[in-house]
């Protein structure tokens, strides 16, 4: 059964930048749709970026769009998420999710634990 572990997460000034990463172990991550999301205390988890199995197509959540960057290494079974000018409001714990379907498809059958990216002066 696929598994996913998340890392890269930390504590970073407004304006700085981390680079999370989503690695597989169990099966071929390139043959799944994958998809970062994040949950903010108290608040609802929410997606933020996908990246299909199809044609490694992606998409963004509007609050991210032009800061954020999905790819996948496929030699090291792994996706990534750059996340450039890093804002507070970005707080939050954050999981990849990988599933069969689509990006398209609302619920993902393989969670990680999460990585918490703090980001504060």
């Known amino acids: 059964q696929l598994r996913v572990v998340e890392s890269g997460g930390g504590l970073v000034q407004p304006g700085g930048s981390l680079r999370l990463a989503c690695a597989a172990s169990?099966?071929?991550?390139?043959?799944?749709?994958v998809g970062w999301f994040r949950q903010a205390p108290g608040k609802d988890v929410e997606r933020i970026s996908c990246?299909?199995?199809?044609?490694?197509?992606?998409s963004y959540r509007d609050s991210v769009k032009g800061r954020f960057t999905i790819s996948r290494d496929n030699d090291k079974n792994t996706v990534f998420l750059q996340m450039d000018n890093l804002e507070p409001d970005d707080t939050a714990l954050y999981l990849c999710?990988?599933?069969?379907?689509?990006?398209?498809?609302?619920?993902?059958?393989?969670w990680g634990q999460g990585t918490q990216v703090t980001v504060s002066s």
């Open positions: 169990g099966g071929t991550l390139s043959l799944y749709s």
């Open positions: 990246i299909t199995n199809v044609d490694a197509s992606t």
């Open positions: 999710a990988a599933d069969w379907g689509t990006c398209k498809k609302k619920e993902f059958d393989y």
